[in-house]
């Protein structure tokens, strides 16, 4: 679950170091990963009273590898940075500080990324992992990163998404129960659970098809499958309803197309498609909470950047708050 508080005046940054500290202890991190998370979560902050506009950092655990800890994740639509390298060289500021601050978040993050474009806004991703552990990262791997939240004014968001599998083949899944609120959640669960508990050898369509009968006492959802070979270098797609997928292949841009209706309603025929799949694939699934007049084409760099900032940079461009929104961004392990 993902907590995003707007950040636009100092009280704000209390509020993120609150939420930040509620969850490192709920995570069982150490006083001196907690502190970590707390400077993290102080400096990005107080950078967005500074520098940014309409900014807002979303807080969230993450769990890969054997490994988990916690996200921190700004945006802003802000005037961006000119020269990321200087400005995060220690003694550099432009708002009469010492400039110290994005030195001492990168040095104190496990993960630390960040997409600016001068005058269109920035995106900062930082991690810390709970405890020491280095991760194995199994052959294969897919990185992931991900946004869902419900519509305003909502509490228990309609949309879900899920992933099972660590290396060789792995599934990927996003739903949207019809509407919005607990009924629209509750769809979303089933079909969610449906997913996860497909056999090793179930193709998209045929979870099509199990959650299909599963959601008949349901109000029914729209929902995308993807199983994604990484060592045969296969990706198979299957959706019902308007999930948009779109494939990115090096130059090649494939949107994957869903066939019309209901899961659980209406849904008559569950049509799979096959496109390669390779370490620099980059696969993107969203509801429709999200426009899908985003191009990735208008983001000179993005595609390179973690899955989180992707996922982050088009959500904050192109979510809708009058709908349950979700956003997944799936790569290879390079």
């Known amino acids: 679950m993902e907590t995003t508080i707007d950040v636009c005046e100092k009280s704000q940054v209390a509020e993120v170091r609150r939420v930040v500290a509620e969850r490192a202890v709920g995570l069982g991190m150490s006083e001196a990963d907690q502190g970590r ?76 990324d960040v997409y600016t474009v001068e005058a269109q806004g920035s995106a900062l991703l930082c991690r810390i992992v709970t405890g020491s552990a280095v991760p194995t990262v199994p052959e294969g791997a897919l990185v992931l990163g991900a946004r869902s939240t419900p519509m305003r004014g909502q509490i228990e968001c309609g949309d879900a998404w899920s992933h099972t599998g660590a290396g060789g083949r792995q599934w990927l899944c996003v739903v949207d129960g019809l509407g919005h609120g607990p009924l629209a959640a509750l769809a979303s669960a089933e079909a969610v659970a449906i997913f996860r508990g497909a056999a090793q050898g179930d193709s998209p369509a045929d979870i099509l098809a199990r959650a299909h009968a599963a959601l008949k006492s349901t109000r029914g959802a729209v929902m995308a499958v993807a199983a994604i070979d990484g060592a045969a270098g296969v990706l198979q797609f299957a959706g019902v309803g308007n999930i948009a997928a779109v494939l990115y292949q090096g130059d090649e841009t494939h949107h994957l197309l869903s066939v019309e209706g209901i899961v659980g309603y209406n849904a008559r025929n569950f049509r799979m498609q096959e496109r390669a799949w390779s370490d620099n694939a980059v696969l993107v699934l969203s509801s429709d909470g999200l426009s899908t007049r985003w191009n990735l084409s208008r983001y000179p760099g993005l595609l390179q950047r973690h899955p989180g900032l992707i996922a982050s940079v088009l959500f904050r461009d192109f979510a809708r708050d009058t709908d349950d929104a979700t956003i997944v961004v799936a790569k290879g392990k390079r």
């Not at 000119?82 to 040095?107: E, K, Q």
């Open 37 to 112: 998370a707390a400077l993290v979560a102080t400096e990005i902050s107080t950078n967005l009273v500074k520098y940014g506009r309409q900014g807002a950092v979303t807080v969230s655990t993450f769990a890969e590898w054997r490994i988990k800890g916690l996200q921190m994740v700004a945006v802003d639509h802000g005037p961006g940075f000119s020269n990321f390298v200087a400005s995060a060289r220690d003694g550099h500021s432009t708002g009469g500080s010492l400039g110290i601050g994005l030195g001492a978040v990168m040095r104190h993050c496990d993960l630390f």
